[in-house]
């Protein structure tokens, strides 16, 4: 079973739309990350969210965690090529064998110029 | 410069051929972790170390082992790899924050491993 369910998992808009990627889990998240990462390559370490109802912005990216902390949301303003790539939501989560950390399975973005 | 460092980068190698890919941080990190990402299945933690001389698995170590003799090194060992471990290979580090969670992941480039 997937402890993180992301979505969608791809995404192809127009140049200067806006997007939403979601972020759902069924159990209390301890921690949410966003990542990204361009084909084949590393993941880059976007932004951190810990509290309930927390947001922050990065440029033209915000996420966002909700108040029961169980749902995180990742909005990107006015897209460009240069948003293109698989974004990822990772989390700490209590397991009985203790904290583990978990990714979700990542939405492939594509921006069309 | 603060990095992760994997090698090698990219390997093929046949199956039942023992090998061994590095994983160093140069960030005085404790927290060190494994990833194997696959289309459709995403990254999966494969074994996780929390400091020097503590290991643990993650949600698949089937035909993994690790050790964390050294704080900065974390090396991942496949004692008999089978084409099923063919795969794109992470590994990463962190500080964890004080209380609870892993805190920001360094990632190395990944490791493209085909085994036949």
């Known amino acids: 079973s997937q402890e993180l369910e992301q979505s969608p998992q791809s995404l192809i808009v127009q140049e200067g739309k806006n997007l939403t990627i979601n972020c759902t889990s069924s159990k209390t998240l301890y921690g949410l990350y966003w990542y990204k990462q361009k084909y084949g390559e590393g993941l880059i370490f976007l932004m951190m969210l810990q509290k309930g109802g927390e947001e922050k912005s990065h440029e033209k990216i915000t996420a966002k965690l909700d108040e029961k902390k169980q749902q995180s949301s990742l909005h990107i303003t006015a897209s460009q090529p240069s948003h293109a790539g698989i974004y990822l939501c990772g989390a700490d989560i209590w397991k009985n064998t203790g904290n583990q950390f978990y990714f979700g399975t990542g939405t492939s973005l594509t921006v069309i110029p | 410069e603060a990095q992760v460092t994997q090698n090698p980068r990219y390997l093929i190698t046949v199956t039942g051929k023992k090998l061994t890919v590095t994983c160093s941080q140069n960030m005085n990190h404790e927290y060190m972790s494994w990833y194997r990402q696959d289309p459709g299945l995403g990254l999966r933690q494969i074994y996780y170390?929390?400091?020097?001389?503590?290991?643990d698995k993650g949600d698949v170590p089937e035909g993994y082992k690790v050790s964390r003799k050294e704080k900065r090194n974390f090396p991942l060992i496949l004692e008999s790899p089978s084409p099923n471990q063919t795969s794109l290979y992470f590994c990463a580090s962190s500080l964890p924050p004080t209380g609870f969670g892993t805190g920001e992941l360094f990632f190395g480039e990944g490791s493209r491993l085909t085994v036949l």
């Open positions: 170390s929390m400091n020097v001389e503590v290991t």
